[in-house]
């Protein structure tokens, strides 16, 4: 992916409002591979008591990041929706340390593209969860024949 | 034999009220997404109010999936804690007006939850609703529907298994 592209992804990415509204950034992306990161905050609390971030907030980050690996796919999908997701939660994130996803799309069809992902906290050795899910791929008018 | 007089009305529902509005005040991140539950009896429905931050779309526009997930998953731990309290409160071992955050009934976890996204999610509210499928000791099993303007058609629908709170916890 040029560096041109890559900037284009990073900026769709960035301006969308729900990845806005929980500071998502994009750390890399190309080549079908897409990290994105989170802060942790306080208003993502899911459990009072733990003061543990929410499974669901961890999905949104899992969902955009999967979403935004199929969009640097080489084969240049020009839309992607989510399909299908399915997320493991192994443990609880380590409170105040920010999120990582790392999505692969590792396989593209014509119109299906399969996900695998990964989110961390800062030991990036253990999991917080695994996600994997199948997204849609918009092609160009033309390519569709 | 002597029959208790049946509680007054309010009080019964003034006590279940309490006792939902604890439980979902409780977790700040239901909060940052406005999500709010309406009861009729012991049924619940969840509601997500429309914002501009949950869009994930803005071209067409649509709801974030993300937000669809979090959504749903809200709604199956919310009903799942929801069914497990209900005893309790009934009969008056959980006094919900004396609930906190840091006396509340400790929530389920989250094993695995996988959402099946049927048609994108529109800019208006979103409603959802949680069955227990099964609920064990230690685990469980939830389905969730989510609908926007009509009811038989789902936008999304989930399924997740749970870790129950262990009861001396």
Same mark, same amino acid.
């Given at each position: 992916?040029?560096?041109?592209?890559?900037?284009?992804?990073?900026?769709?990415?960035?301006?969308?409002?729900?990845? &806005?509204?929980?500071s998502?950034?994009?750390e @890399?992306?190309? !080549?079908?591979?897409? *990290?994105?990161?989170?802060?942790y905050? @306080? &208003?993502?609390?899911?459990?009072p008591?733990?003061?543990?971030?929410?499974g669901?907030?961890?999905?949104?980050?899992?969902?955009?990041?999967?979403?935004?690996?199929?969009?640097?796919?080489?084969?240049?999908?020009?839309?992607?929706?989510?399909?299908?997701?399915?997320?493991?939660?192994?443990?609880a994130?380590?409170?105040?340390?920010?999120?990582?996803?790392?999505? @692969?799309?590792?396989?593209?069809? &014509?119109?299906?593209?399969?996900? &695998?992902?990964?989110?961390?906290? *800062?030991?990036?050795? !253990?999991?917080?969860?695994?996600?994997?899910?199948?997204?849609?791929? @918009?092609?160009?008018?033309?390519?569709?024949? | 034999?002597?029959r208790?007089?049946?509680?007054p +009305?309010? /009080?019964?529902?003034?006590?279940?009220?309490?006792?939902?509005?604890? %439980? /979902?005040?409780?977790?700040?991140?239901?909060?940052?997404?406005?999500?709010?539950?309406?009861?009729?009896? =012991?049924? %619940?429905?969840?509601?997500l109010?429309?914002?501009?931050?949950?869009?994930?779309?803005?071209?067409?526009?649509a709801?974030?999936?993300?937000?669809?997930?979090?959504? %749903?998953?809200?709604?199956?731990?919310?009903?799942?804690?929801?069914?497990?309290?209900?005893?309790?409160?009934?009969?008056? /071992?959980?006094?919900?007006?004396?609930?906190?955050?840091?006396?509340?009934?400790?929530?389920p976890?989250?094993?695995?939850?996988?959402?099946?996204?049927?048609?994108?999610? %529109?800019?208006?509210?979103?409603?959802?609703?949680?069955? /227990?499928?099964?609920?064990?000791?230690?685990?469980?099993? +939830?389905?969730?529907?989510?609908?926007?303007?009509?009811?038989?058609?789902?936008?999304a629908?989930?399924?997740?298994?749970?870790?129950?709170?262990?009861?001396? =916890?």
């Amino acid at each position: 992916m040029s560096d041109d592209k890559a900037r284009i992804a990073r900026q769709f990415i960035q301006a969308i409002p729900h990845s &806005r509204a929980l500071s998502m950034q994009v750390e @890399e992306i190309g !080549n079908g591979v897409a *990290e994105i990161s989170m802060p942790y905050d @306080e &208003r993502l609390v899911g459990d009072p008591r733990s003061r543990v971030i929410s499974g669901g907030a961890v999905s949104a980050l899992l969902d955009t990041c999967g979403g935004a690996s199929v969009m640097c796919h080489p084969t240049g999908p020009q839309g992607t929706a989510t399909i299908d997701l399915r997320i493991d939660y192994m443990r609880a994130a380590t409170p105040g340390q920010r999120i990582t996803a790392r999505a @692969e799309c590792y396989h593209v069809t &014509r119109s299906v593209a399969f996900v &695998r992902a990964t989110a961390m906290d *800062e030991d990036r050795d !253990n999991p917080v969860a695994t996600a994997s899910g199948a997204f849609t791929v @918009e092609r160009p008018k033309a390519q569709r024949t | 034999m002597t029959r208790r007089a049946p509680e007054p +009305v309010q /009080v019964i529902k003034q006590r279940r009220d309490a006792a939902l509005s604890a %439980l /979902v005040r409780g977790v700040p991140y239901m909060q940052f997404l406005g999500i709010e539950f309406e009861r009729r009896g =012991d049924e %619940l429905t969840a509601i997500l109010p429309y914002d501009d931050k949950l869009i994930g779309n803005p071209l067409l526009p649509a709801l974030h999936g993300g937000v669809t997930a979090a959504f %749903l998953e809200a709604t199956a731990i919310i009903g799942l804690s929801w069914a497990l309290i209900w005893d309790d409160m009934e009969s008056g /071992v959980i006094d919900p007006r004396g609930l906190t955050p840091e006396t509340l009934p400790r929530l389920p976890k989250t094993i695995d939850f996988t959402v099946d996204y049927l048609r994108p999610g %529109l800019p208006r509210d979103a409603y959802a609703r949680a069955r /227990v499928n099964r609920s064990g000791r230690r685990y469980a099993s +939830v389905h969730v529907e989510g609908w926007q303007d009509n009811r038989a058609r789902l936008f999304a629908q989930a399924t997740g298994h749970f870790l129950m709170p262990s009861r001396d =916890d």
